[in-house]
């Protein structure tokens, strides 16, 4: 009788193997395995000057852990388990809110942390908190459907979206996380059918807002001078806490050249002169040691697994699964171009890390999630229907 328990239960286990292998997005999680690989070389380059092996062991534990991960939410149904809202929003407050009691410093100043003896690496829950918050606003927005422009349905998602922003900031003072959930926000409006008008009325508050912002005392003078460096000349690049990261970041770069120095021969990179260069400035390693033609290859790929996820949510007929690719697509979107931009010079240094390519066990263990998320979309069998059917006019 054991024997025939157990005999069934390998025949179940296997025939959802096979479904998954058959059904799901296959070509998605080959383009993050590549990726990952791809950042862990970079990775063993950039670590050298201290000893890689920790971060080499870090990531590619996270990896193995991140593709089960891939496989398990792959099978889930998200729409059927964003029902249970109300635990998904005591999840990501409490979540986020551990931070303010137990959180640690990672070295970016900022309290993002949660360290435990027990485990190879630290817990950034607002990593985690984007699976399941962009999951929830999904929900959301779908929960008033035809009424998402009207004033007070519209309202209360920009409440949802502000708080947990002003929960992530008064918890860690993470100012770089909290924009990826405002973007967040915006492509999921954008696939709610959110009027071209809301975003124009959103664009003029925020022109008005963020100087105001910056004159209060609510960000720090060093935070101010970081984005007000990339404008303003005189103030001094080889302030440590200013402008010196990004101007080691661009010597690094531009040393590279077409083809790069060599792995693991570039001076800035072997000597640990490019700041956090295993992490947020993971792309100026590879432009110093891999030239132009490395970082063209990590554009392509992120832009590919972007794309991917864009191509998910349109091919998709349920609006609220639709919703929760473009959410992913935009936390991908915001969270590259900002790190890129960042290592060149053009934006402001606020700590984000370059998808699949940074170190980082929690949030590469978090991209391997919400890409099971779209590819657990993919696998449903639903005909393709036009941008318009959907209504994401």
Excluded at 22 to 35: G, H, N, Y
Excluded at 282 to 297: A, D, N, R, T, Y
Excluded at 326 to 332: E, K, Q, S, V
Aim: proline share 4%; with cysteine; hydrophobic share 55%.
């Amino acid at each position: 009788m054991a024997a025939g328990k157990k005999k069934n239960l390998v025949s179940k286990t296997a025939g959802k193997l096979l479904y998954f292998f058959r059904r799901a997005d296959m070509l998605l999680l080959a383009l993050c395995v590549l990726a990952s690989v791809y950042g862990i070389i970079l990775i063993s380059s950039a670590g050298r000057p201290v000893g890689a092996w920790g971060y080499l062991r870090v990531q590619i534990l996270s990896l193995i852990l991140g593709i089960v991960i891939f496989i398990i939410f792959s099978l889930l149904d998200f729409e059927h388990i964003a029902r249970a809202w109300p635990i998904i929003i005591i999840f990501n407050i409490v979540f986020i809110g551990c931070l303010h009691f137990l959180g640690v410093d990672g070295g970016s100043g900022n309290q993002s942390w949660l360290s435990f003896s027990w485990l190879p690496f630290s817990i950034q829950p607002a990593e985690v908190v984007k699976v399941t918050f962009t999951i929830l606003l999904a929900k959301h927005f779908h929960s008033f459907k035809g009424r998402i422009n009207r004033p007070i349905p519209l309202f209360t998602t920009v409440l949802h979206a502000v708080f947990m922003v002003c929960l992530i900031v008064f918890c860690s003072s993470d100012y770089g996380s909290a924009l990826v959930y405002l973007f967040i926000y915006l492509f999921v409006a954008l696939a709610a059918g959110v009027s071209f008008w809301w975003y124009l009325a959103a664009a003029a508050f925020v022109a008005v807002a963020l100087p105001l912002l910056i004159k209060s005392d609510i960000l720090r003078q060093d935070q101010i001078d970081r984005v007000m460096i990339i404008f303003d000349p005189s103030i001094d690049p080889t302030n440590q806490s200013i402008g010196w990261q990004a101007a080691q970041s661009k010597i690094a770069l531009g040393s590279g050249g077409i083809f790069g120095q060599g792995l693991y021969q570039g001076t800035q990179t072997q000597s640990g002169a490019i700041p956090a260069q295993h992490t947020d400035f993971i792309f100026s390693v590879c432009g110093e040691e891999l030239g132009m033609v490395g970082c063209i290859g990590i554009i392509v790929l992120l832009l590919a697994i972007i794309a991917r996820c864009i191509h998910v949510g349109v091919k998709c007929k349920k609006p609220m699964s639709a919703m929760m690719c473009f959410g992913i697509a935009g936390m991908l979107i915001f969270q590259t171009f900002e790190n890129i931009f960042m290592c060149m010079g053009l934006f402001p240094v606020i700590g984000l890390t370059l998808p699949f390519f940074s170190y980082g066990g929690s949030s590469m263990i978090a991209l391997f999630m919400a890409m099971g998320v779209v590819s657990s979309v993919k696998m449903k069998p639903t005909p393709g229907l036009s941008t318009k059917k959907r209504g994401y006019q």
